[in-house]
């Protein structure tokens, strides 16, 4: 479970079979047309197939399952107005624009 409008996913999914080495995808992120991150599946902590058994242990997957895995430094803060936008190797990219609510927590968290 995620916030609304939190952990945005898309605009598309790709399938295994369309990944041949998801251990070794470059990903990029700017802020502003700023470089943000610059990263590499294959520097994660724990890999690929690591994180899928070890999940799996304690879940059971199904299609269209998503693991979140956390982010390389530099990302934040974000503000309104700010654009955002990711790029992963052979899978795609997306931007979006960051936006403040008029919705308030009932408690700081």
């Given at each position: 479970k995620s916030f609304e409008t939190f952990t945005p996913?898309?605009?598309w999914v790709v399938t295994a079979d369309e990944v041949e080495f998801p251990?070794?995808?470059?990903?990029?992120?700017?802020v502003n047309g700023e470089l943000r991150q610059s990263a590499n599946t294959s520097?994660?902590?724990?890999?690929?197939?690591?994180?899928?058994?070890?999940v799996s242990s304690?879940?059971?997957?199904q299609p269209g399952d998503v693991i979140a895995t956390g982010t390389p430094e530099g990302?934040?803060?974000?503000?309104?107005g700010d654009e955002v936008r990711i790029e992963i190797?052979?899978?795609?990219s997306m931007?979006?624009?960051?936006?403040?609510?008029?919705?308030?927590?009932?408690?700081?968290y």
């Open positions: 996913l898309g605009p251990e070794n995808l470059s990903n990029r992120l700017w520097e994660m902590i724990v890999g690929i197939e690591e994180l899928i058994e070890l304690v879940v059971t997957l990302v934040g803060p974000f503000v309104p190797q052979q899978i795609g931007s979006l624009s960051v936006v403040e609510t008029d919705v308030q927590a009932p408690r700081a």
